[in-house]
Nanobody
Framework: QVQVVESGGGLVQPGGSLRLSCACS????????MSWYRQAPGKERELVAS????????NYADSVKGRFTISRDNAKNTVYLQMDSLKPEDTAVYYC?????????WGQGTQVTVSS
């Protein structure tokens, strides 16, 4: 059974940091590219960051470059998103995504709220 489970969300003040985790099971994690997406109320889901299956390639949305860092541990079947210098506009539900050719899996999401 495939499981993609995000954790680490919460309420943080502007300028603060959070680290999201996405624990995966039920598929060959090391063969999948992994991404973090987010969806704010009333907006479409957008790609935040992605990382290649071996971890050597990363890509970021312009809005988070220099503030967010995606990483993965293939031994732990987990992908992370370190979020620093958070802004109110980063408030959204953050989703973990796994993709390989025609197969794709999503998590249920974790809420991140940036507010004073």
């Amino acid at each position: 059974q495939v499981q993609v489970v995000e954790s680490g969300g919460g309420l943080v003040q502007p300028g603060g940091s959070l680290r999201l985790s996405c624990a995966c099971s039920g598929f060959t994690f090391s063969a999948y590219a992994m991404s973090w997406y987010r969806q704010a109320p009333g907006k479409e889901r957008e790609l935040v960051a992605s990382i290649s299956s071996n971890g050597r390639g990363t890509n970021y949305a312009d809005s988070v470059k220099g503030r967010f860092t995606i990483s993965r541990d293939n031994a732990k079947n987990t992908v992370y998103l370190q979020m620093d210098s958070l802004k109110p506009e980063d408030t959204a539900v953050y989703y973990c995504n796994a993709v390989r050719t025609s197969r794709e899996y999503w998590g249920q999401g974790t809420q991140v709220t940036v507010s004073s």
